[in-house]
């Protein structure tokens, strides 16, 4: 009986290896699947409007400022810059990507924002340097309301990914509410050439609302994070293609929304 018990131990445990071997090698591949399955939200940023022009294309379909694609879709990107400009890359969620202005680029993740930086020429004289960079490009985001701006301070608003941090505070009070875009927004005192983290009062700023997410009986409020603590802010106009805002601080900011239910009218 010992015999046959050896005998069949000697049988079993290669088979048992192989099977274990087998899970080994398919599991991850089955992991791979399930992270990669679902769709991505995917944002195309020009930083620099003034200096180049960008365009994006799914399928041989041009399409702006962002699309939602399957996770591992190809998004074609191309990128031409204006005389006395150049192009510095596409970043990929604020990491350099490709130095060329035509790319392919396969998307993964449920959010991938792709970033164009264009820079001047060293060429330019003092004079025409300094008006260059006096201008905001990357302001077409966020701006005072005009007849509210506060002398010598500049916006700077651009369109990034924001890390954990940051949404784990906009998820603490944004509700049932959706994010749909996430910013830095600085401040810069042009006279002193410094960075502001606060104004000395709070200002009235405008927001544009992307095309793409306007719709009909659709809320929309701010969120931002400053040294780590949120603060919701409700839209103060009533226009669909713009969000009106109060604040005196710099830093992180999400666009939220939501669909509300029309109240039925009363007969």
Avoid: H
């Amino acid at each position: 009986m010992k015999a046959n018990m050896i005998s069949f131990i000697r049988k079993f445990v290669p088979l048992f290896a192989l099977v274990c071997a087998a899970v080994v090698f398919t599991t991850p591949a089955k992991v791979q699947a399930e992270e990669t399955a679902g769709d991505c939200l995917v944002l195309v940023i020009n930083d620099q409007a003034g200096m180049g022009s960008i365009e994006s294309y799914y399928n041989g379909q041009r399409f702006t400022d962002s699309i939602t694609v399957p996770q591992g879709s190809v998004i074609t990107l191309r990128a031409q810059y204006y005389p006395r400009c150049t192009f510095e890359g596409w970043w990929m969620n604020n990491e350099l990507y490709r130095q060329q202005p035509n790319v392919d680029v396969t998307v993964s993740g449920p959010m991938c924002v792709l970033t164009a930086k264009f820079d001047q020429q060293m060429s330019y004289n003092k004079q025409a340097e300094q008006k260059f960079t006096q201008t905001s490009w990357v302001n077409q985001n966020c701006r005072f309301v005009k007849g509210k701006e506060v002398q010598y301070v500049s916006v700077t608003s651009s369109l990034v990914l924001q890390g954990e941090a940051c949404i784990n505070a906009f998820n603490l009070v944004k509700e049932d509410f959706a994010i749909a875009r996430t910013y830095n927004i600085t401040f810069t005192n042009q006279k002193k050439n410094e960075l502001l983290k606060k104004l000395d009062a709070p200002a009235q700023f405008v927001m544009k609302i992307p095309e793409q997410l306007q719709a009909a009986n659709r809320e929309f409020r701010v969120i931002n994070v400053f040294e780590g603590q949120p603060t919701v802010m409700a839209d103060e106009d009533a226009d669909p293609a713009t969000i009106t805002f109060t604040t005196d601080k710099s830093g992180a900011y999400a666009l939220i929304y939501k669909d509300v239910v029309p109240t039925p009218a009363a007969e």
